[in-house]
């Protein structure tokens, strides 16, 4: 008998032997006067007994047949192993019109020892509140991660997600988390949608200098102030939870679609994303607070390639050649600046395709390949022309007994003095 039962029988004994009455009875059990009565019916007849529910210990009506809970968990087992629970309900009736409930599978996911459950967190982070407007503050980060399981390399995947409605607005993978793959990122996101007002991202060698006393300001810095985006920097991974926690379902759901597509390399996961992240962003992104959208217009002056790039400073010589990766190319600016142009610097952009130009006071300047430094190899050694002196045939080798081998005249350097 449960607490609640022997409560209810030691009241009703109290009727039974007329201490009080029934419906004094009912007011203490918190119940109404015709149910304290069945409760009194039944003890009657079968005493504290007959206050126990008679479905205790039954199945439910509405229970699983062992048959199909078994056949269910072989589907999971088959297709959607080490899958979280509701990844597996989605795609059993999506793909196998098999209909329950997330905590169903959970828990017959558990019972065939086919989920884990994880311990609570007991460290508390509160959230910070969401930017009001799309656009607004926009999370950079990268996560190196197994996206393959081991079909493929293990790579980085940068990602940029909105404040104010977690949409995914731009994704990479790369081998490494480096500058040209945030770019990559970033140029089908600004071309579509617009600059962002600022740059949520932590303090990686990315997106500042972290060494070195005069420290200037990284590739991917220098582009974003040419944009007019501001940065801000996080202090640690929980400050910018917005974006970890983005992670922790990629790391999840976007490897099982992966895997279910047969996705094993890194140029097949970058035309896989955008449609991956259209379907995404329909169902997890929300509604930001403000409808008023806060990115801004590019400007059309200059293209977008020649900001997104590396660039590097160089100086011309008096016959206006520049010296750049072993290769001399030759300009060829307007007369007007030709007189200018000599033993001044000049900014040698390389867009993310290889492409090289020339830029000075914000123009581009015309150049020709002029002529391309080879790589000398290194020149051989004499042993390793003609080998070591010990190891070639013919050669006599002094036994230990022989005068060079021991403290003589012989053999011994004589002194200069």
Known sequence: MSLKEMERAMILHKVKSKTIT????????GLSYPQAKRLWSGFKKEGPKGLISKKRGKKSNRAVPKEQRQEIAKIINDNYCECKPLFVSEKLEERHNIKFSSEFIRQLMIEYHLWIP?????????RRERRECEGELVHADASDHDWFEGRGPRCHLHLLIDDATSKILGAYFAPEETTEGYFRACLPYFEKEGLPINFYNDKRG????????NRGETQFA????ELGVKMIFAHSPQAKGRIERA???????????????????????NRFLPSFFEEFNKRFSIEPANSFNAHRQLNQSQPLKYILCTKDVRKVTKNLEVQFCNTTYQLKPPSDLQEELKRS???VITTLDGEVAFQYKGKMIEHKKFSEIPYFEKRPSVNELIGNWKDRPGICRPGKDHPWRKDGVIGKRKSKL
């Open 222 to 225: 220098r582009a974003m102030k």
């Open 206 to 213: 990315t997106f500042i200098v972290n060494q070195g006393k």
């Open 22 to 29: 029934l419906k004094k009875a009912s007011s203490l059990l």
């Open 247 to 269: 992670f922790g379902t990629l790391q999840d759901r976007l490897v099982w679609e992966m895997r279910i597509a047969g996705i094993s390399n890194i140029e097949e996961a």
């Open 118 to 126: 994880g311990k609570s967190k007991k460290k508390i982070h509160q």
């Open 345 to 347: 610097k000049v900014e």
